[in-house]
């Protein structure tokens, strides 16, 4: 009798084999309170030797923000087509927004590689690992909320109805960034050298995703598929939403068509796809 057949007739199974999707899911839902208690240890630790602690989670985007302001602003004037009252939340925005993304990414290459010790030490859904540092990710954009709305009533944004529309652009955004940080996790399992190569990737998208200028406003003298594509982008899509739920003048007429239904596409490809992508590996995830 093989190994095999002696393993059917006991019940045995291979030790870390891939459960089934389904299985998996509930695997993952188990160990919810894991992920939560993770996500907020790891935020926590994330400057815990730094002076100011947890206000870098702010000061960060902002001095970037201040620095794009300067360059781009004041200096390349990429603030055509706006005025003052609107630019100054319309960059905030944009680079809150897109740091929540490439951190989430960021975190996610990092994710396997990174916590090798814990996934050889430990029986759990290797999924916890990235959806974890996105909600970590989350976490940190929520406190960095507080200073854009004060930014965004500074220049003249006032509370209004519209600021209900940041909680399904948050929603769709988390779930997108999360099947992207699952999909970084199974390559950069594989290829750490991914994390080197990354900042400049991320540093590209950002800069072809409008979060210093509107797109629109500065390829109007380039064919207009350009503009459209770039437009289309889930990164520029994000960011449009949140300026246009937060800030007074920045109307519909800066928004692709079907904006909503784009960012929900875009949201449940990536989730579900990086999810499904992330699950076929997870018997490999810490071996070799």
Request: aromatic share 16%.
């Amino acid at each position: 009798m093989t190994a095999a057949e002696l393993a059917a007739k006991y019940g045995l199974s291979v030790s870390g084999a891939r459960p089934g999707l389904g299985e998996y899911v509930r695997q993952l839902w188990g160990r919810r309170h894991f992920i939560v208690a993770f996500s907020q240890a790891k935020l926590t630790a994330q400057y815990s030797q730094a002076k100011l602690g947890q206000l870098w989670q702010v000061v960060t985007p902002l001095l970037n923000a201040v620095v794009y302001f300067l360059i781009f602003g004041l200096i390349l004037e990429a603030d055509r087509g706006f005025s003052r009252e609107v630019y100054v939340p319309f960059l905030v925005t944009g680079v809150f927004v897109f740091t929540f993304t490439q951190n989430s990414v960021m975190a996610g290459v990092r994710a396997i590689s990174g916590n090798l010790g814990l996934v050889r030490a430990l029986h759990f859904p290797r999924a916890s690992l990235p959806v974890s540092f996105s909600l970590q990710q989350l976490q940190q954009l929520l406190f960095s909320m507080v200073v854009l709305f004060v930014v965004a009533i500074a220049f003249g944004s006032y509370p209004s109805l519209s600021w209900v529309l940041i909680v399904p652009v948050l929603v769709l955004q988390f779930f997108f960034n999360t099947g992207l940080a699952m999909i970084f996790a199974r390559m950069g399992s594989k290829t750490p050298d991914l994390a080197q190569l990354m900042p400049f990737v991320l540093r590209t998208w950002m800069y072809a995703s409008g979060v210093m200028f509107s797109l629109p406003v500065m390829l109007a003298d380039h064919p207009g598929w350009i503009a459209d594509v770039l437009q289309w982008n889930p990164a520029a899509i994000y960011m449009d939403l949140m300026r246009f739920a937060l800030i007074d003048g920045y109307g519909n007429e800066y928004l692709p068509p079907h904006v909503w239904a784009v960012a929900g596409g875009w949201a449940a490809l990536i989730a579900v796809g990086g999810f499904v992508y992330f699950w076929k590996a997870e018997e490999r995830y810490g071996r070799g």
